[in-house]
């Protein structure tokens, strides 16, 4: 197919791959930087509700309706004491954190953190420390949240504000504890053995609870995949999901390649789920193990931030990534990865939120939308329902990295009941429009309801203060669906959503 000839998706509602979890659209938020303090929590911002939580922060990240929420770390969480953060404040320690070298305040803690979920209709979704912490720490942590009051910790809570638990469901059992630079890191049976015995406590307060085992810290890591197969041969029937993390770069500065990176994601989810099944098989299972990407994101060029570290300082600027519109494309070609591996994806979160390596930057009392904001908004709006296999015919082109790859990389979501049907599509040609025929096999939809796009002639351009507004998603005219057939011109460079009516 040469590449100016017409492109072709094909649809059939029938063929579908599964149902979109909608914890797929989850985010992060660690002490880390200014993700927290001056992110979320800043009293003294003019921006500041009464319980000190940025107004403005929570309505960005209640549009962007992410359905859960990763805390407190990250690394940080390794060197964690969680009863630092609760009770009144000014009793509260300031302690030298090591993971980022910063001072850590403990003015935000776990009971901010679930009034802050509460805020923006999140679910709470807390890492405990395998690091220095110990497994009667993450036992008490579950008590402190889930637990009636009538005992030590969930009188504690009861104390700070909150008779009734929290309810939390989601835990992780810790973070990256295959790197080495994780505080308390530990090889893959260590972690294994300690991970399941905190399992079993954790359970033991609350067997309600659905708990994620580390995997590999990312898929270059010398220990990856053995990593995840010991940890899932011991952990098993322990847990319910099985962590991947990610940070794209395009360090080599060369677009073609980057903007194709779905192929090593997309292999990355193979590798990852081809261990879950021979381990399922291993053990003669019934029980069911998914897949976490509790951190993925673009990061690469806020890295010297992180051998500077914080330098023992309050909330220290770091991480803070300025993301332009190829990094947008490649965040749209990462939903659409999840979106075609729904059968075994079932959470991911973002990381960050705010700040840190974040959709959102703020100052003392601005905020900015970056342009990775957009692609995440389009999906947590419009992909409900179940995901469907495409054939998608496009013309190719030539990368670097993974050969020869199409120009178009498109997902969809099905919702019947709802009638509801969209197509998220990204033209990584550099510099020529695609002409694009979509062909409905199976039903005669009557019209595009909505059709949205993020565009430019650079790959290079971002937001900033100056210009909040470069990058957006816009409005675009909405192609006519002529015998279940729409066409449609995609510029290069270019992400497009469409909401279609049945
Ligand atoms: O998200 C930033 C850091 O990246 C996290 O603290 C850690 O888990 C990962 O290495």
Redesign the pocket.
Request: no cysteine; aromatic share 22%; glycine share 14%.
């Given at each position: 197919m040469s590449q100016s000839e017409t492109a072709r998706v094909t649809i059939d509602t029938k063929r579908v791959i599964s149902e979109i979890s909608p914890l797929l659209f989850s985010g992060?938020a660690?002490h880390?930087g200014r993700c927290i303090y001056e992110g979320i929590y800043d009293p003294a911002s003019p921006q500041a509700d009464e319980y000190g939580l940025r107004a403005d922060v929570l309505a960005a990240l209640r549009e962007l309706n992410l359905r859960a929420m990763r805390y407190p770390?990250?690394?940080?969480v390794s060197g964690y004491r969680w009863e630092d953060g609760i009770g009144p404040k000014d009793q509260r320690p300031r302690r030298r954190e090591m993971?980022w070298q910063s001072i850590e305040t403990n003015q935000f803690g776990t009971d901010e953190f679930i009034r802050f979920c509460r805020e923006i209709g999140t679910e709470p979704m807390l890492a405990v420390n395998l690091g220095t912490g110990t497994i009667q720490d993450a036992a008490n942590l579950v008590e402190y949240c889930n637990a009636q009051t009538g005992s030590h910790y969930a009188d504690l809570r009861a104390a700070n504000g909150s008779a009734s638990p929290y309810a939390v469901k989601y835990w992780c059992l810790g973070?990256?504890m295959d790197?080495i630079?994780q505080i308390g890191h530990l090889d893959a049976v260590d972690y294994a053995k300690k991970a399941s015995e905190a399992a079993k406590l954790m359970r033991l307060q609350d067997k309600s609870i659905e708990l994620v085992l580390c995997g590999s810290?990312s898929s270059k890591m010398p220990t990856y995949p053995d990593w995840d197969r010991i940890g899932l041969e011991i952990c098993w029937d322990l847990v319910q999901y099985h962590s991947m993390?990610y940070?794209a770069d395009n360090s080599d500065d060369d677009t073609g390649s980057y903007l194709a990176l779905s192929a090593e994601l997309e292999d990355y989810v193979d590798t990852v789920a081809a261990v879950l099944r021979t381990v399922k098989a291993k053990r003669r299972s019934k029980h069911e193990v998914y897949l976490s990407w509790d951190?993925w994101n673009v990061?690469y060029k806020a890295r010297e931030a992180t051998d500077l570290r914080g330098g023992w300082k309050e909330a220290p600027p770091l991480?803070e990534e300025v993301y332009n519109l190829e990094d947008a494309l490649v965040v749209a070609t990462w939903l659409n990865v999840f979106l075609r591996r729904a059968d075994v994806l079932k959470i991911a979160c973002i990381?960050?939120i705010v700040n840190?390596?974040a959709p959102i930057l703020t100052t003392s009392d601005k905020l900015l939308k970056q342009s990775i904001y957009y692609p995440l908004l389009m999906f947590s709006q419009m992909a409900r329902g179940n995901s469907l296999d495409l054939l998608v015919e496009a013309p190719r082109y030539e990368t670097k990295k993974f050969g020869d790859m199409p120009l178009l990389d498109v997902s969809s979501a099905h919702d019947a009941e709802a009638g509801a049907h969209s197509l998220f599509i990204v033209n990584r040609s550099l510099s020529e429009p695609t002409p694009l025929e979509i062909r409905w096999q199976d039903i005669k939809p009557t019209r595009v309801r909505t059709a949205q796009q993020l565009a430019g002639p650079d790959p290079a351009a971002f937001n900033s203060w100056e210009q909040p507004n470069r990058l957006t998603t816009r409005p675009i005219d909405k192609p006519e669906i002529v015998d279940g057939v729409a066409r449609l011109s995609l510029p290069p460079l270019s992400f497009t959503a469409l909401g279609v009516e049945l």
């Open positions: 992060f660690e880390l770390g990250g690394n940080f993971a973070n990256e790197g630079w810290s993390h940070y951190e990061w991480l990381a960050q840190v390596i």
